[in-house]
């Protein structure tokens, strides 16, 4: 199970209530900080705008490749670990809206960890050190340590011990 805080809604559908829950302002400057990032090729300058700007927790030698996308409301709930690689067009999602409520959770990328390109992980996953996570998989629960993921829904495919 994700741990994620679950907030009920009333009346229309809990996006309609998104700058009840994060400022307007706050989501402007993260999306043009995103955007820049998204598109620099200076892994050095992509780490230093999320940790100046977005408070994300991002270990030394971590490389985000080109095209990822953080989460926009929540980037300050994302943690990655050091000497760690996040793939091409890789989404790291801390919130999401549903019809009756929104969920917002940690996100927590261990230690020398490789995320494929084109995956998904949703909010209030753990991802443990040395895992790998295969292409274009959905992470929508905890990775364990050493472990080899992949596909939607997500599958181990290798434990460390095998």
Same mark, same amino acid.
């Given at each position: 199970?994700?741990?994620?805080?679950?907030?009920? %809604?009333? =009346?229309?559908? +809990?996006?309609? &209530?998104?700058?009840?829950? *994060?400022?307007? @302002?706050?989501?402007?400057?993260?999306?043009?900080?995103?955007?820049?990032?998204?598109?620099?090729?200076?892994?050095?300058?992509?780490? @230093?705008?999320?940790?100046?700007?977005? =408070?994300?927790? *991002?270990?030394?030698?971590? $490389?985000?490749?080109?095209?990822?996308? /953080?989460?926009?409301?929540?980037?300050?709930?994302? $943690?990655?670990?050091?000497? +760690? %690689?996040?793939?091409?067009?890789?989404?790291? /999602?801390? &919130?999401?809206?549903?019809? &009756?409520?929104?969920?917002?959770? #940690?996100?927590?990328?261990?230690?020398?960890? /490789?995320?494929?390109?084109?995956?998904?992980?949703?909010?209030?996953?753990?991802?443990?050190?040395?895992?790998?996570? $295969?292409?274009?998989? /959905?992470? &929508?629960?905890?990775?364990?340590?050493?472990?080899?993921?992949?596909?939607?829904? #997500?599958?181990?495919?290798?434990?460390?011990?095998?």
């Amino acid at each position: 199970m994700r741990r994620t805080e679950r907030h009920k %809604v009333e =009346g229309s559908n +809990s996006l309609w &209530h998104v700058y009840k829950t *994060v400022p307007f @302002w706050k989501v402007m400057r993260n999306f043009i900080v995103i955007q820049m990032a998204r598109y620099t090729p200076f892994l050095r300058m992509k780490n @230093w705008l999320y940790r100046t700007f977005l =408070g994300v927790k *991002v270990g030394d030698q971590t $490389s985000f490749a080109l095209m990822v996308m /953080l989460d926009v409301m929540f980037p300050e709930k994302i $943690s990655v670990g050091k000497n +760690s %690689v996040i793939g091409y067009n890789t989404t790291i /999602l801390a &919130h999401e809206y549903l019809i &009756h409520e929104y969920r917002i959770g #940690m996100v927590e990328i261990g230690d020398e960890v /490789l995320i494929g390109a084109n995956t998904t992980i949703l909010p209030g996953v753990r991802i443990g050190d040395g895992a790998i996570v $295969s292409a274009s998989t /959905l992470v &929508h629960k905890d990775v364990p340590a050493g472990a080899f993921v992949g596909g939607n829904p #997500m599958q181990v495919i290798r434990l460390k011990d095998e």
